[in-house]
């Protein structure tokens, strides 16, 4: 490399108002080129010295580029002085919040500090950060480090924060604004939940989850947490979940503060979220990827770190069974596609960067992490990671590496087995056919389209048996293995891929059912409702099968009947038979489950709630009883509200009751599950109504797609939604810049819009298509021939 960065000395003016800040920066590094590029967006440079003289520099607006020139090798200073208004996304520096709650804060991943300051702002360009901040008297400042000194300055203060280790740009954050706090320590390290305002609206929970999760992981890695402080931060408008700044967490109001108003669903996405950015102080912030084509081991570790993690401390939250359904199940509908990517994706641009924050980056990724574990086994995996983070700690690292150290400590071939499972697209389907004694196994690559592929994996399998667990190491395209005591492929869903039984497995289901797990049952279901989506089995045999499985309400089974069910009648939403039946099938479930016991499993008080609201949007009876109680929206349980207000909506001609409540709400929970109501109803007066509350402000930006997408899910709406797309995608692209929201958009709007009126939908997608949506655009356009299909079968 050309420039290696030791050190930044950046000093930030806060006393500007909101017509932006001002700053200089001191940047030691080496160099051996006579040219110095620095990326920057946007940012005004009033001066440039290199060693003390003035420095001749040009700006390359096509690549966002400062580019130095006429520089001598060596030890070099450049000193910056520059200024810059506020970011207009949720992205960079920018404000967020209104009144006494209002905030300076950052968001810089993935290639955003360059929207703040000058910088090189690559992961593998790391280097010591000493901030220091000027701010009005009346506010206070938090960065990654603790405050060494505040001094004043007539009516400001210049706050100094100690020199940070030595670390990535895309984990800097600075904030200022008016903060309630709360502290707790676990041994020496300060764990404080900071929530702008004058009202600390959060009770314990985020930091009991943190404290544990920090000793959890300082005993699991063998690494004690490097810095003496975190801040958990609740920041009013924010455009992704949380964000793992080192030290200084940042999280969506509702993703971080816990309260009377929080069901359970919520409270352990919190607890999951805390965990997953914990995670991340080590393997992303302590080690970091070289470059983004990595992302996927920051994501995928902490998706499955965060279960290990919460599972310990709260094995009662059942989050081996949710994280299955979250992230497995999700990554596998995404990764069926011909569309789909690998999860070592070919990075090269800030476009491609942002849409690889995607389900299989997380969630396939996770899966795969979850396989290995499996595979080699707890302690050896725990030993792999822990040699993989000692010997590149405060550096950057590849996959390859912390495969290598797992591989070396369990003397198994993980290596071999990861190269095909992250440089791969797609995933296997394995097809089981008995053979006297034997069982054939062949594998080929899964599409829920008619495609073909020649790619074969090293699959660790395990089969399930009626006396007991045999594991395998799939390693050609076909095998043989003694059939034996064999009742299933893939115990307790633990690879990630799809097994297609032949018919007499299905036939005798109901014999085998006593020796599955929840998760084995969970499984077939998963691979059922993909077959049944892409034509390869009826409506009939797939009913059949729930038929067998369902009884007993075993979770995560009957939430993934949920979950399939509504996204089904949402593609079929004028097939009345279809609705009845699933309307039907839920009831069922719904009279089994009863009324909810003190002591019930997490996940069943969960999907009970689910199927309420699932009736509330499609059973007219239920939704009609249910509305009545509406006026008492903020004295019911909190886990009964979305259902409350989806019974409002769907049986009421008028948007004003919900307004009303939405207005009166006091959590960004509440409040959407308030957007999705009202995004549910019926009427287009009241679809324009929703839009111009999101047009005016009245929704916050963050929570704008939640209502894009309610009124897209919603059949009554989607032809005006059709009316207006262009719109909405150029706002997304607008607000969301450098999230890749707008990718995510389309790839959820185009198949369901589509369904309405395929010509449009398509001759728009042709119009807004580029670079920052694309990877959005093919899949969407893929889901929307499988719904055309699954529509013209059904």
């Known amino acids: ?89 949720l992205a960079g520096l920018y404000l967020a919040g209104q009144g006494n709650r209002r905030i300076i804060t950052t968001q810089f991943e993935s290639t955003d500090a360059s929207l703040a300051f000058p910088c090189f702002d690559r992961p593998d360009a790391k280097a010591i950060f000493e901030i220091s901040m000027r701010i009005p008297g009346d506010k206070e400042a938090i960065g990654n480090m603790p405050i060494k000194s505040v001094k004043k300055d007539g009516e400001y203060n210049i706050v100094e924060f100690l020199p940070t280790p030595v670390m990535s740009t895309y984990l800097l954050y600075m904030g200022v604004g008016k903060f309630k706090t709360k502290t707790t320590k676990y041994k020496d390290i300060e764990i404080t939940l900071a929530i ?12 009991e989850i943190a404290s544990k999760s920090l000793e959890f992981y300082e005993n699991y890695f063998g690494i004690p947490f490097e810095l003496p402080k975190v801040h958990l931060i609740s920041v009013p408008d924010f455009a992704a979940g949380a964000m793992e700044n080192w030290g200084a967490i940042t999280f969506r109001e509702e993703a971080l503060v816990c309260n009377d108003n929080t069901d359970l669903d919520s409270r352990i996405n919190i607890g999951v979220t805390i965990a997953h950015e914990l995670a991340h102080q080590w393997f992303g ?102 040699a993989y983070l000692s010997k590149f700690k405060y550096s950057n690292a590849e996959g390859s590496d912390l495969w290598n150290s797992i591989g070396e400590v369990s003397k198994l071939p993980v290596s071999e087995i990861m190269s095909d499972w992250i440089n791969q697209p797609g995933l296997p389907a394995i097809r089981v056919t008995p053979s006297g004694k034997k069982l054939k196994l062949e594998q080929r690559r899964y599409f829920m389209n008619d495609q073909h592929s020649d790619l074969v994996w090293r699959i660790p399998l395990s089969v399930k048996g009626t006396k007991g667990i045999k594991n395998v190491l799939m390693d050609a395209k076909s095998t043989e293995i003694d059939k034996g005591d064999y ?9 990630f891929f799809r097994v297609i039984y032949e018919d007499e497995f299905y036939t005798n289901l109901k014999d085998k059912v006593q020796f599955f797990s929840d998760i084995d049952r969970a499984e077939i279901v998963n691979d059922s409702y993909s077959l049944l989506l892409s034509g390869k089995i009826t409506v ?30 949402s593609i079929l939403f004028d097939r009345e038979n279809f609705r009845k039946s699933a309307i ?173 009126n395929e010509k449009k939908i398509r001759k728009l997608v042709a119009v807004l298509n580029g670079p920052d949506v694309s990877m959005g655009v093919s899949k969407g356009l893929e889901m929307l021939d499988i719904y055309l299909n699954f529509r013209k079968y059904n």
């Open 540 to 569: 009939d045999k797939y009913f059949r099968i729930l038929n067998d499985l369902v009884p007993g309400v075993t979770t995560p089974v009957i939430t993934l009947v949920q979950r399939n069910l509504d996204n089904a009648m």
């Open 487 to 495: 009742v299933k492929l893939n115990s307790d869903g633990n690879g």
């Open 196 to 207: 702008p305002g004058d009202e600390l609206n959060s009770n314990d929970f985020p930091l």
């Open 584 to 756: 039907s099938m839920l009831k069922t479930i719904l009279s089994e489950l009863g009324e909810k016991s003190s002591n019930e499993e997490s996940l069943k008080s969960i999907t009970r709630q689910k199927i309420r609201e699932t009736l509330a949007s499609y059973d007219h009876d239920f939704a009609a009883a249910n509305a009545i109680n509406f006026n008492e929206y903020f004295n019911t349980p909190p886990e009964d509200r979305q259902a409350l207000a989806l019974s409002k909506a769907t049986t009421s001609e008028d948007i004003e009751d919900l307004k009303s409540i939405y207005s009166s709400a006091k959590d960004d929970t509440d409040r959407n599950k308030l957007i999705i109501a009202m995004g549910s109803m019926k009427g287009k007066k009241n679809h324009k109504a929703l839009m111009k509350m999101v047009m005016k402000g009245e929704v916050k930006r963050q929570d704008s797609p939640w209502a894009v997408i309610a009124l897209i899910r919603n059949p009554d709406s989607r032809k005006y939604m059709l009316s207006i797309f262009k719109y909405i995608i150029n706002s997304i692209r607008k607000e969301f810049a450098g999230t890749g929201f707008g990718a995510q958009a389309m790839q959820v709007s185009i198949p369901l819009l589509g369904i309405v």
């Open 1 to 89: 490399m050309a420039v290696k960065v030791e050190k930044y000395v950046l000093n930030m003016d806060f006393t500007l108002g909101e017509s932006g800040y001002s700053g200089t920066e001191i940047i030691t590094l080496s160099n051996d080129s006579p040219t110095i590029e620095m990326d920057s967006k946007g940012i005004d440079i009033l001066s440039l010295k290199v060693n003390g003289a003035t420095g001749k520099y040009d700006y390359n607006g096509d690549k966002k580029k400062l580019i130095i020139s006429g520089v001598e090798s060596g030890n070099l200073k450049i000193e910056i002085a520059f200024k810059r208004s506020f970011s207009e996304s």
């Open 285 to 386: 912030n302590l080690v970091t990827m070289k470059w983004w084509n990595d992302l996927w081991l920051n994501e995928s570790f902490a998706t499955f770190m965060e279960m290990l993690c919460l599972n310990a401390i709260h094995p009662e939250y059942d989050v081996i069974k949710s994280t299955y359904l979250s992230q497995t199940v999700t990554s596998m509908t995404s990764d069926s596609l011909r569309s789909t990517h690998p999860i070592n994706a070919k990075v090269e641009s800030p476009d491609d960067i942002q849409q690889i924050f995607d389900e299989i980056s997380y969630g396939k990724g996770g899966s795969i992490l979850r396989m290995i574990h499996n595979y080699v086994g707890d302690e050896n995996f725990r030993k792999g990671v822990s």
